[in-house]
């Protein structure tokens, strides 16, 4: 019997190391197991955050093309109705009465009347009413010519004055479309 105590005794001292050894092994699989959750957990919140920016860096980048693409179409609406406001300019200075136009020449003229050796030379538009003014100023005045419809050329010597209202309203262009543009759009 006393075998049988001892037997008993492995037994249960060998049943408690067991007990102890799956209650060791268990906190440490519990360990193991929260260890790899709190790791899972923070690669999760990583992946996330990186995608959280990537997806902020894309919506930011997606905006500011919005924003550009919305800029540009403005600015090219406005470049087209500064364009239509060129144009009516120029149709309005092709429709001027004869009466204006031969002011507004004659104001051209005015300023060289006491020059010497003045040559004028003047487009088919009223010619004979100009050729007038400029001969009562004492200008020398070409033949009429198709090489500008309106306004007029002044020669002083050496120096030509080109007052050809459709050159000037080129070689003005770009302060004309300023000008148009602070009118139009004064936001």
């Known amino acids: 019997m006393e075998e049988e ?11 408690k190391e067991a007990d102890l050894v799956i209650a060791g092994a268990q906190e440490k699989a519990k360990e193991i197991e929260e260890e790899n959750r709190n790791r899972a957990i923070k690669q999760s919140q990583e992946q996330f955050e990186i995608v ?33 406001v060129k144009e009516k300019v120029k149709q309005k200075i092709k429709d001027l009465s004869d009466k204006e136009y031969i002011k507004i020449v004659d104001e051209k003229l005015a300023k060289y009347k ?8 003047l487009p088919k538009k009223c010619y004979p009413a100009l050729k007038k003014i400029a001969t009562d ?3 020398k005045v070409l033949e009429e010519t198709d ?22 309203m080129k070689f003005m262009d770009e302060e004309i479309e300023k000008e148009i543009a602070t009118i139009l759009f004064k936001s």
């Open 114 to 121: 006491n020059e010497e050796d003045v040559v004028v030379i």
């Open 52 to 84: 959280k920016a990537q997806i902020e860096r894309e919506a930011v980048a997606d905006l500011e093309k919005a924003e550009f693409e919305s800029r540009s179409a403005v600015l090219a609406e406005k470049k087209k109705i500064i364009e239509i």
């Open 147 to 168: 090489a500008f419809e309106s306004g007029v050329m002044i020669q002083c010597g050496n120096i030509e004055y080109n007052y050809d209202f459709e050159e000037n």
């Open 5 to 15: 105590v001892i037997l008993n005794k492995i037994i249960e001292d060998a049943e």
């Open 137 to 139: 100023y004492h200008m």
